[in-house]
């Protein structure tokens, strides 16, 4: 955990005259999960989002593989291919199948061979369980598939970042453990640095190597994991985890 | 009502049932294509054009088509372009269904869901990957209701073109009770050429909607 991926230094963001991130700073190194944690309207999944330029920030700056971050759309299309978001509602392309869903990207967007990028999307598609549903559309698989490949989908742009928000948070509760498997596995064997949004406190417990607990648009922790869910060091945070019944 | 009236009518009719169904395959032909390039210079704000393009959907559809008729036939000429009337016809019908057009293909790109193109936009997606992607293959599908009345809509005013003297349905039923004076049996006719197009073209419009939205979005 030597190299640093992602700085973020004193980024404010406004909606209008209201601001809703302050002065937030930290920095991620590569393999590093980091867990963003704190009640509703804390300002996590906006952070998020200002993170691949889906949000615009007022002040503050970013930079990525030590490369300061130029915030214009031009920029963040290149960007956004290093990387990858998971969304709550996965959002598959409804008309296209699932390995369409899948090569879309890497093929037209990235130019990569297309062969070359379906036998990857295949073997993606092996590892998370769902090589049966590659001519499927997305409207035959549940939510937990569609997430799976959703996951997948962001993966084959070879992103060095994965963002995932709040990516359990409208699935059944059996759905839940098959997505959150494939994000630990994905820490765990290919090492990916990501950053994650969620209400399970559990499987925060158990993936995080760090925890930025936000309230009211401000980190007010920058704790390690196993710290965070043993021993927070604010009383806010502890609030926050006796009301998730942690 | 005599029956012999309408059989030696109906060679007449014929021809201007040809007639409105040439001028509405011509005149929604260019309204799709108006319509559509129309509404992706506005959807994606292109400037200037998509300002001018916002103009003319407000005039084309707060002027009425008679009126328009009116202007291309009888006003053009004064300023050195003179056209024949079915030509006026068609370009009425293309400049006022352009804009029906239009906001249709409008109504069903703003109705691709905001999370679509967020993903698309999140996996590295420019402006034109998008509406190729992601806006076009989603919107196109959502708008064919929208597209579908149009289509009904336009064909029922062709009626109008009887004003600039084209020999269509409504034109050839006129001219014949002018000549005749047999309304009941002349009218009769014209509701029913009129019903033998638009009936199955809605069922089939219909259908279509279906199965478009099957095929692109499985329900």
Known sequence: METEILK?????????????????????????????????????????????????????????????????????????????????????????????????????????????????????????????????????????????????????????????????ASLDPEMVRGVLEIIKQLSQEAAMTMIIVTHEMNFAAQIADRVLFLADGKIVEDTPGQQFFAQPQTQRAQEFLDSMDF | MDWAVIQQSLPEFAKGFQLTLWLSASGIAGALVVGVVVSLLRYFQVPVLGRLSGAYVEVARNTPLLIQLFFLYYAFPVLGLKFSAATCGIIGLVFLGGAYMAEGFTGGFNGVSQTQVESGRALGMNQWQLARYVVLPQGLALSVPALAANVIFLIKETSIFSVIAIPELTNTALDLIGLYYRSNEYLLVLVVAYAIILIPLSLLLTWLERRVRYATFGD
Do not use: C
Not at chain 1, 58 to 76: C, S
Not at chain 1, 79 to 92: A, E, N, P, T
């Open chain 1, 8 to 168: 973020v230094t004193h980024l404010n963001k406004f909606y209008g005259a209201r601001q809703v991130l302050f002065d937030v700073n930290f920095t991620l190194h590569q393999g590093e999960v980091l867990t963003l944690l704190g009640p509703s309207g804390s300002g996590k999944s906006t952070l998020l989002r200002t993170l691949n330029g889906l949000e615009a920030f007022q002040a503050g700056t970013l930079t990525f593989n030590g490369q300061p971050v130029v915030a214009d759309e031009a920029h963040w299309q290149k960007l956004r291919q290093k990387i990858g978001m998971v969304f709550q509602s996965y959002d598959l392309f409804p008309n296209l199948t699932v390995l369409e869903n899948i090569t879309l990207a890497p093929v037209k967007i990235q130019g990569r061979s297309a062969a070359t990028v379906q036998a990857e999307a295949l073997a993606l598609l092996e590892r998370v369980g769902l090589s049966a549903y590659a001519k499927a559309y997305p409207r035959e698989l549940s939510g937990g598939q569609k997430q799976r490949i959703a996951i997948v989908r962001a993966l084959a742009l070879h992103p060095e970042l994965m963002l995932f928000d709040e990516v359990t």
